[in-house]
């Protein structure tokens, strides 16, 4: 199969298959066009177009994996000159696996829909949007031109407005999508600057022909400065991935997203919209290897991110919030990768952190059904021997995610870890201690919603005291909008019995198969997806011709020559300091919530500015808040005030009235209405015609 062409028409199927059961959904089965199918009909359409595309998918990776490739044009949209704007996929090892990635746990997201949304009444308009959200994510995955890059990147951060603010009838909602949609503006402004910059340069949108011009364009500087040219174009493309991938500064909107329903905390924070930066930056590696200076200020905003969002973590009541900043941090360690010029292995923790993550969001979701929709890790504990699948595949997510050898997240975890330390460019430092001491707090905030949730003793039909077992202030000075909001978002909107949560002596119950169904699905590649494919996506040649590493970028060399197979690089790990740090974390964790709860509240006490400090979230939605919220209200009334009031309207339409209307004053004195005015005027006028015209000299 060697230098086959894949085909055309199958591939286009991948993400037209997501988009007919969109459609289907969207339009069929809502008020659009009259509820003209029910729920089953919209969930079965949407999840037979996803299981087409993966299942395609599969096919597609077996056939790069034996040597087909595809790059061309499917649709020529516009020509404008030599540019062309078109439609066109390009087909290897990064996008398949990436395509397969996405389907799958869309796939289970699916399913797991039909028991967690069951009793919503936009059932089908949530089908829609997730569907239509897999179909964005391929689009982008899939493109092999910025032109449709940036059209999956727009859309998936439109889907996902939609999305967190599904429950538009709640103000908390509106204000999340609203926050999510602007941060991302921010970034994108960013990614379109980096675009055109290339397009001005180069001419073209096409990957492979910009990536021909590249050593042309790194001998150019940005005109009337000395700025390389393509350091500015690919930290103006990063800062698109900043935004998207919710790096520091632009991450505030990540948390805030967990007032959507838990299936799409699982879908974008997993495997599609917050890893399209992650993707693209390692999409562009033949770009960005030839900028020092941009790989420095991508290793340094990723390690503040692994590093400082996984504090955040540690005071978290809101089950979904403490998986949600483990997003945040587990997207540093993949962006400290992409720094480290580890593109491949950055690809890797993507790859497995979508499926234990995605495991993670949904347990969560699971247990927060059993709970009755409460969501606050404080009222529960036990649940073990209540919800034994879901207990378990949590364990195996956990594991995973805090890098326990022989699990997915071992592996690519540790392989950031030992890249960065092979990276010598300026910020390198900074990045060994923040992945390093990332480990520890991975696992001590990991487990502590472990214990609390599944172990120790049962605080069901409870409502929590503020200050009961630890560090926790009141909620209501939780962050700008409220920390785990006291309603815990719209999850934990009123049942029929008028309240949150069990009653006092209800018990919770396992969740429905649709729901365990997929749990037990994604803990399988989250145990063993690592083992099986580190040696050929990080020391063989699946990404070879795909992703490129300059000579003086020594990391995954050295990498390779310190791999000797994945059981031996497991056995290794035992004695290695992220091991020893993971498990110091989850003794701790065990000791402070299950032995001896003084601890935390000593803590609490002892360092209340701290907490303070991490309660707000460094006070970054509050800097916001005031500095360009502020900024931008004080030049809006600024605007109003002068342009809009006293130029626009003061004078240019009520200063032109005044002066028509002084004009009209002047000439309402000339019109007396008397015939001898007007003829006395006429002969003044004849009178001046003769006077200019007639020759009053005679010529010479």
């Known amino acids: 199969m060697a230098g086959q062409l894949l085909n055309p028409n199958l591939l286009l199927a991948v993400p037209l298959a997501p988009l007919a059961g ?36 599969v096919q597609t990776l077996l056939a790069v994996m034996d040597g087909a490739t595809f790059n061309g044009t499917i649709y020529n949209w516009m020509t404008i000159g030599t540019l062309k704007m078109e439609v066109g996929f390009q087909i290897d090892s990064l996008s398949a696996m990436m395509m397969c990635v996405v389907t799958f746990v869309s796939l289970m997201v699916h399913i797991y829909t039909i028991g967690y949304m069951k009793d919503d009444e936009g059932y089908n308009r949530f089908f829609a949007y997730i569907s239509l959200f897999t179909f964005s994510m391929l689009m982008l995955v899939m493109a092999n031109n910025f032109l449709q890059l940036f059209f999956g990147w727009e859309a998936v951060g439109l889907v996902s407005y939609l999305l967190i603010g599904f429950w538009y009838q709640r103000p908390t909602a509106i204000v999340a999508n609203m926050k999510a949609f602007l941060v991302n503006r921010v970034g994108d402004f960013g990614f379109i600057l980096g675009i055109g910059l290339l397009l001005g340069f180069a001419g073209t949108m096409n990957y492979q022909e910009v990536f021909a011009k590249k050593d042309e364009l790194a001998l150019l500087t940005m005109p009337g400065t000395d700025w390389a040219l393509l350091t500015v174009a690919c930290i103006c493309l990063f800062i698109g991935a900043m935004g998207k991938s919710a790096q520091f500064p632009l991450h505030v909107w990540l948390p805030d997203s967990m007032e959507g329903p838990t299936p799409i905390s699982a879908l974008i924070h997993a495997a599609t919209m917050v890893t399209a930066g992650i993707f693209m930056v390692s999409r562009m590696s033949p770009l960005f290897e030839l900028s020092d200076t941009a790989l420095s200020f991508i290793l340094v905003i990723g390690s503040i991110t692994a590093l400082f969002m996984g504090f955040l973590g540690i005071i978290q009541n809101d089950i979904k919030r403490v998986v949600a900043y483990s997003t945040l941090s587990q997207l540093g360690y993949m962006t400290v990768a992409l720094g480290s010029s580890a593109y491949s292995v950055a690809v890797f923790h993507l790859m497995t952190h979508a499926f234990f993550k995605a495991l993670l969001f949904l347990g969560a979701g699971s247990v927060i059904i059993g709970m009755h929709h409460d969501q606050d890790i404080r009222n529960m504990g036990g649940l073990r021997k209540y919800m034994p699948i879901t207990w378990i595949t949590s364990l195996v997510g956990s594991l995973a995610l805090i890098g326990t050898p022989l699990f997915s997240g071992f592996y690519s975890k540790d392989s950031i870890i030992e890249a960065v330390e092979a990276t010598h460019i300026w910020g390198a430092g900074f990045a060994q201690f923040a992945v390093l001491a990332g480990v520890f707090v991975t696992a001590f905030y990991s487990f502590r919603m472990y214990f609390l949730v599944f172990h120790g003793k049962e605080r069901f039909g409870q409502t929590h005291a503020h200050g009961h077992d630890d560090h926790h202030a009141p909620k209501a000075a939780h962050g700008a ?74 990391a995954m060399e050295e990498l390779s020559h310190e791999f000797h197979g994945a059981m031996a690089m497991a056995i290794h790990g035992l004695s290695t300091a992220p091991f020893w740090l993971a498990l ?57 005030n002068f342009g809009d009031k006293k130029l626009i309207d003061g004078l240019l339409v009520n200063g032109s009235a005044k002066v028509v209307a002084w004009l009209s004053s002047l000439s309402r004195v000339l019109q007396t209405g008397y015939i001898y005015h007007y003829a006395f005027v006429m002969i003044l006028g004849v009178l001046g015609f003769l006077i200019y015209f007639l020759p009053f000299w005679p010529a010479k």
């Open 584 to 640: 110091s974390g989850v003794v701790a964790a065990y000791y402070c919530y299950m032995v001896n709860p003084r601890v935390p509240a000593w803590f609490f006490a002892k360092f209340h500015a701290i907490h303070t400090l991490l309660d707000n979230k460094y006070y970054m939605d509050k800097f916001n808040e005031v500095v360009f919220a502020g900024g931008a209200r004080l030049l809006g009334n600024g605007l109003w």
């Open 22 to 57: 969109a459609a289907i959904a969207g339009l069929l089965g809502t008020q659009f066009l009259g509820n003209l199918v029910g729920r089953k009909t919209s969930h079965t359409a949407t999840i037979l177009g996803v299981l087409i595309a993966f299942i395609l998918s």
């Open 481 to 554: 909008h409220g920390d785990a909001h006291d309603d815990h978002g719209h999850e934990e909107e009123e049942d029929d019995h008028g309240h949150h949560g069990l009653e006092p002596g209800q018990k919770p119950h396992e969740s429905p198969f649709v729901v365990w169904f997929p749990l037990v699905m994604l803990a399988i590649p989250s145990l063993i997806i690592g083992y099986l494919t580190i040696g050929p996506m990080l020391h063989g040649d699946f990404f070879k011709g795909v992703i490129f590493v300059g000579e003086n970028h020594p």
